[in-house]
């Protein structure tokens, strides 16, 4: 298994531009996570999801919107890039069973000039 | 969602245990106690988890004392590689429910040789 994939890994956006974030598992884990990590800070949680097409919202959702049409897939969609907007994102995975043990990728570095 | 302290800093020599302590005064009946470890450029990693009393796997041990209102990671005989950061998380996810864990700052463990 390759567990949690993220892509890209490095990217620099000007203010105002889109991406959309990539995040695939390939355990079949129904829980799905996006957090971001601003420099020296821990993680918040900007979305998550309970399965396909289930999704709601995490500590700080502004400025991202998510969607789950399939098990594997959650991608992390931004609109009208800002610098503020500059940090490490990770995806994560759960299966559905109880605890808090959850599944990290490798993360994508965000900068917003 | 119970709110999580713990020191933002310890140093401690090559071989020595090194125990980190988590304070979660309102942790709720069915919350569950779990810590990370995350290094740099990387996504956290789960270590472990519990409930109540003591818990041991191959990396780390977790004490949680009758009033669950603290817990300690116990690292044995640290080595350079165990240099990261250390989250405690206290949360319940289950298959039917939603989740909000979040992950404070949490410790910066380093190890000098």
């Known amino acids: 298994n390759a567990g949690v994939t993220q892509t890209p890994k490095f990217r620099i956006l000007k203010i105002g531009q889109s991406m959309t974030l990539q995040c695939t598992q390939d355990?079949?884990?129904?829980?799905m996570y996006w957090y971001r990590q601003d420099p020296g800070m821990g993680l918040k949680l900007i979305y998550y999801s309970v399965g396909a097409g289930i999704t709601d919202k995490g500590e700080v959702p502004n400025g991202y919107n998510v969607s789950r049409s399939t098990t594997e897939d959650f991608p992390l969609r931004l609109e009208l890039a800002a610098p503020s907007q500059t940090s490490v994102y990770f995806c994560?995975?759960?299966?559905?069973?109880?605890?808090?043990?959850?599944?990290f990728g490798p993360g994508t570095r965000l900068t917003v000039l | 969602l119970a709110k999580t302290t713990q020191p933002i800093s310890m140093d401690s020599y090559e071989g020595q245990e090194v125990n980190i302590t988590c304070s979660h005064n309102n942790i709720a009946t069915n919350d569950y106690i779990t810590w990370y470890q995350q290094f740099p450029s990387q996504g956290p990693r789960f270590i472990i988890q519990g409930y109540k009393t003591k818990v041991t796997n191959e990396v780390a041990s977790l004490f949680i004392p009758a009033d669950r209102k603290s817990s300690t990671l116990s690292l044995p005989r640290v080595s350079l590689s165990d240099t990261a950061v250390y989250y405690c998380?206290?949360?319940?996810?289950?298959?039917?429910?939603?989740?909000?864990?979040?992950f404070g700052i949490g410790t910066k463990l380093q190890v000098i040789p």
């Open positions: 994560a995975s759960r299966p559905g069973t109880s605890g808090n043990e959850q599944f």
């Open positions: 998380l206290v949360g319940y996810m289950n298959s039917g429910g939603y989740q909000k864990v979040t």
């Open positions: 355990m079949n884990h129904n829980y």
